[in-house]
């Protein structure tokens, strides 16, 4: 089966610009988190779905972020604009029920 | 509040020696405990959980641990360590909500 899958896996852009990363999530599952990543503050939950409706959003940092699942097998979180602070790895993962979760691979985002 | 704390941020460890990375939680309530593991530029595989019941849990890749009330510790240990365990290892708890919570995560250094 496949996994939890991310797009793009690396991105690199210039401060200012909008930046959108992909998480499809493993078919079935209904929950759908966005994680970050840093040095500095380790892993952080962004937000998190349950059945495409969002139901925690309390740690996106700021209105420059913004996450959505229109659909159960697709989801965004969008960044704009950028700015160098964001560069960190952003995680996905996906559960069903109370099982574990399962990550994506991750998307490695530099803000230049 | 409930929170995780891993004790140790680097643990090295010679090849084929046992290791124990330390994990303690702080909870009111009731929480599952997970040991994830990332290697590099990937995201994190569930290693082992404990929900309820036995307070031994085995898990892939050799790993257990046992969870303990009293001194509020979810080690994990693995009695002869590989090369390939090199990694990152984070701790992490979950209440009765849908958010997990990592620990700052423990750097284990297999030398050959």
């Known amino acids: 089966d496949a996994g939890v899958i991310q797009s793009p896996r690396h991105e690199v852009t210039e401060m200012g610009q909008e930046v959108t990363l992909r998480c499809k999530p493993i078919?079935?599952?209904?929950?759908l988190f966005w994680y970050r990543q840093t040095m500095m503050r380790g892993l952080e939950l962004l937000i998190y779905?349950?059945?495409?409706?969002?139901?925690?959003d309390s740690g996106m940092p700021e209105d420059r972020f913004s996450a959505k699942m229109p659909n159960a097998s697709f989801s965004t979180l969008k960044i704009q604009p950028s700015e160098p602070r964001d560069s960190a790895v952003y995680f996905c993962?996906?559960?069903?029920?109370?099982?574990?979760?399962?990550f994506g691979d991750g998307t490695r985002l530099s803000i230049l | 509040a409930q929170s995780v704390t891993q004790l140790d941020s680097q643990v090295p460890v010679f090849e084929e020696a046992p290791v124990e990375l330390r994990c303690n939680y702080s909870?009111?309530?009731?929480?599952?405990l997970f040991w994830y593991v990332q290697y590099p530029n990937q995201g994190l595989q569930l290693l082992l959980k404990?929900?309820?019941?036995?307070?031994l849990v085995k898990g892939i890749n050799g790993f257990e641990a046992e969870f303990n009330k009293s001194q509020t510790s979810f080690h994990l240990r693995k009695p002869s360590v590989h090369i390939s365990d090199t990694a990152e290892y984070f701790c992490?708890?979950?209440?009765?909500?849908?958010?997990?919570?990592f620990g700052t995560g423990t750097r284990l250094t297999v030398i050959p």
């Open positions: 078919s079935g599952h209904d929950y």
């Open positions: 779905f349950n059945n495409n409706v969002p139901i925690d």
């Open positions: 404990y929900l309820s019941g036995s307070t």
């Open positions: 993962a996906s559960k069903q029920g109370n099982q574990p979760q399962h």
């Open positions: 909870s009111s309530v009731s929480v599952y």
């Open positions: 992490a708890y979950q209440t009765g909500a849908n958010n997990l919570f």
